[in-house]
């Protein structure tokens, strides 16, 4: 617990595919934590392979927190995370463990960390204008009309991430201020817990070739087998957690809409920009305290030590 009664927290943040569940563990073997899960889709249970989840052995080693509590048919949100990493957080430091929350979702650590941005009233029905519009138009077409309104929101968000899109729109026609001065204005200043945020810093052309190699162990390992045992239990293609990244590619080469190569293409292709905008994001908040990792790992242990003694 920190001076200011809050908490204490490290949170390991970063792009895809930079090695946060290894330096998590080797933090949480050093300074006696356990670690709670803050990636949006390790949350789905079945979904191994295709998230890189820790493997059983690594899980076992070091008690891991919000990894396999949804079914892949369930929409978990921010605050759904918030919520149950709250939980989870009280229980481990009740056990006098420390905590380590790591994963690549920028919105679930912001959410943690400092909070959401509530929404106005009114919101339901504007929102449901909103969702129709967007079913006649189309994703870029709500994706063009944030740039209009709200620029600085619009350069971080992806066509697909179209609750976000209208979420951001809903604001802005219900108080005529964007939702990126709002979330400004809130600064979310009313911190949660006092944390220590470490992220991995990686040459661009490595963390490429990282991720190219990290698609290619995914389907050494069985994602096809894997995806295919998904939509054989009934999980419709359309479902969120089964438009990520690496299932919906592969859901369309065994709908035959795509040979595997092509396959393979987009799942590097697509984890490529999700990292770039992963990096957009964790690269805006300058409470982050960038490493290179392994090399500069004592001095990551050192940060680590000292913030939580």
């Given amino acids: 617990m920190s001076v200011s009664g809050k908490p204490k927290l490290l949170a390991v943040v970063g792009p895809t595919a930079t090695g946060k569940s290894e330096l998590a ?10 670690i709670v899960n803050a990636d949006s889709m390790q949350v789905y249970r079945g979904m191994d392979i295709g998230t890189a989840k820790p493997t059983p052995e690594q899980r076992a ?4 927190h919000l990894i396999d509590v949804a079914e892949p048919d369930r929409l978990f949100s921010a ?13 481990v430091t009740a056990r006098g463990k420390r905590v380590i929350v790591v994963g690549g979702t920028g919105l679930y650590i912001r959410a943690l960390l400092k909070g959401l941005v509530d929404s ?3 919101a339901g029905a504007v929102r449901k204008a909103l969702q129709e519009e967007a079913a006649q138009l189309g994703n870029e077409a709500m994706l063009e009309r944030l740039r209009l309104v709200d620029p600085e ?3 971080r968000m992806h066509p697909n ?3 976000r899109i209208i979420r951001a729109l809903e604001v802005h026609r219900l108080t005529g201020v964007p939702l990126s001065r709002h979330q400004e204005e809130h600064a979310f200043s009313a911190r949660r817990y006092e944390a220590l945020q470490v992220g991995i810093s990686i040459d661009r052309a490595e963390l490429y070739a990282r991720i190219e190699g990290r698609v290619e162990r995914m389907l050494a390992e069985g994602l096809v087998d894997e995806v295919r045992g998904l939509l054989a239990k009934g999980y419709d293609r359309q479902l969120k ?10 859901a369309a080469y065994l709908a035959g809409e795509c040979s595997l190569e ?4 987009l799942m590097k292709r697509d984890t490529r920009r999700y990292a770039k905008r992963q990096l957009t994001w964790f690269n805006a908040d300058p409470d982050i305290l960038w490493f290179e990792y392994p090399g500069k790992f004592g001095s990551i242990l050192q940060h680590a030590i000292e913030f939580f003694e």
Avoid at 79 to 91: H, L, N, P, V, Y
């Fill in 262 to 265: 092509e396959a393979v293409q």
């Fill in 161 to 163: 991430n179209l609750v």
């Fill in 79 to 91: 605050a759904d995370f918030a919520e149950a990493a709250d939980e989870a957080i009280r229980a």
């Fill in 241 to 250: 957690a089964m438009r990520a990244i690496g299932y919906k590619e592969t």
């Fill in 25 to 34: 563990l080797r933090l949480a073997r050093e300074v006696d934590a356990e």
């Fill in 153 to 155: 929101l619009a350069a």
């Fill in 120 to 122: 106005p009233s009114g």
């Fill in 61 to 64: 080693g070091v008690p891991h």
